[in-house]
Structures are given as C-alpha cells and as structure tokens.
C-alpha cells in the first residue's frame, strides 16, 4: 500500500540513552517485560515532532529471540497483533518503540478498502506523513494472506510509521512493491474488518514472552 492519495501503488550507532536523551526521555522497563523507552514529559505529547528529527530508526530495544504481541485499542474493539522479529528485526523494533512511546496514540486508519486493506499510523492523517527516517528493505517469505501485517512505502522508501493488515489475501503483493511483512492478527480480524476511515487509534500496548 503506498503512502499518498490515489491508485494502488508499491506500499508502502549511537546508545539508546543518548536517544533518549535527544527526546527527553530515560530508559525503563515495563510490566510487560519488554525494555521501554518512556518519553518524559517534555516530549511525551510531542514524541512525533522527535521522531520527526531523526534521519535512522530508533536504536535496539527488542530481543529478537523472544515473541512479542501488540494490542491496538480502538472504539470499535481491540486488535492482537504478533510480531515477527526473526522475519523483520528492524521493523518491529521501530514499531515497538513507536508504540510505547505513544507516538501511535490519536492517529487514524486513514484508508480502509473493504476485502484489501486497513491502513493506519499517519501523523498528517493523509497517507503522506511519518517520521524523518525510512525503514530498511526487510522483505520476506511470509504469505500476504488475510491478516497480514506489514509497512506501507512509497518511492522514496518504506514507511517510518504507516502501517497496514490485509482485509483479504493479496498474493500480488509478494512481487508489487518492497512492503515489510512483520507480523500477523492473532485476534480481532473482525474489528480491521469493521474499521471506516477516520476511525482513531486509542493507543497500541506491547507485550513480550
């Protein structure tokens, strides 16, 4: 799926502290068992104008050995995503720290095409909009089946922050574009499916085993 407005089109080293530091924020941990960045808040309702500055992806905070879900609350129920961070190590990682970071929180799903795909993670909320970097081809041999997750892109490459799930299966996906497939719905398919445009996300929590 690709950023923008129109047809179909290709979709879209330095320490974590001194990252942190750069936005404000200090290193925890959560609940949940997976290592947070929290935003402080000189940045917390500020993070996507942070992310904005960057020119690369947020720095390691995942460990790729463990399974990691996200869970996107939205007026209309809640969506369990998995992550795959063997497939698409970099990918999931910047969306982890996105979401944790509450960048995600207020956003809309700005294009739904019913039986193809749900689209969201827009800060402008048009299909142009992201953060200042863009993520590493990290395509794979993941199926692009009903339920799918995965990165929108455009030509200048693939998103920072836009996102989307496959409302039905899209087997031409797998030669139309560099999209970043990182995972897939475990529950609430029903709820992608149910979406309209402008439909906003509440926020996106993150769990590890």
């Not at 502290?17 to 997976?34: F, P, Q």
């Not at 969506?79 to 190590?89: E, F, S, Y």
Request: net charge negative; glycine share 12%.
């Amino acid at each position: 799926m690709g950023e923008g407005a129109g047809p179909l089109r290709p979709l879209l080293a330095l320490p974590l502290l001194a990252l942190l530091l750069a936005c404000g924020g200090s290193d925890t941990s959560t609940s949940t068992g997976v290592p947070a960045a929290t935003a402080a808040p000189a940045c917390q309702n500020a993070i996507r104008t942070c992310m904005q500055e960057r020119t690369t992806p947020p720095d390691t905070i995942i460990d790729v050995s463990k399974a990691y879900t996200a869970t996107i609350h939205t007026a209309r129920g809640d969506i369990v995503l998995k992550l795959d961070p063997k497939a698409a190590p970099v990918t999931v990682n910047n969306f982890v720290y996105l979401s944790q970071n509450h960048y995600y929180d207020g956003l809309t799903f700005h294009r739904v095409e019913a039986g193809f795909v749900l689209q969201g993670g827009d800060p402008l909320g048009n299909g142009t909009g992201g953060p200042g970097y863009k993520l590493p081809n990290e395509t794979n041999a993941a199926p692009w089946v009903k339920g799918s997750l995965a990165m929108a892109s455009s030509s200048a490459g693939v998103s920072g922050s836009q996102f989307f799930i496959l409302l039905g299966d899209a087997p031409h996906l797998a030669t139309g574009g560099v999209y970043n497939h990182f995972g897939n719905v475990l529950s609430g398919q029903d709820v992608a499916t149910a979406m309209k445009p402008g439909d906003q996300i509440k926020s996106i929590d993150i769990a590890a085993q």
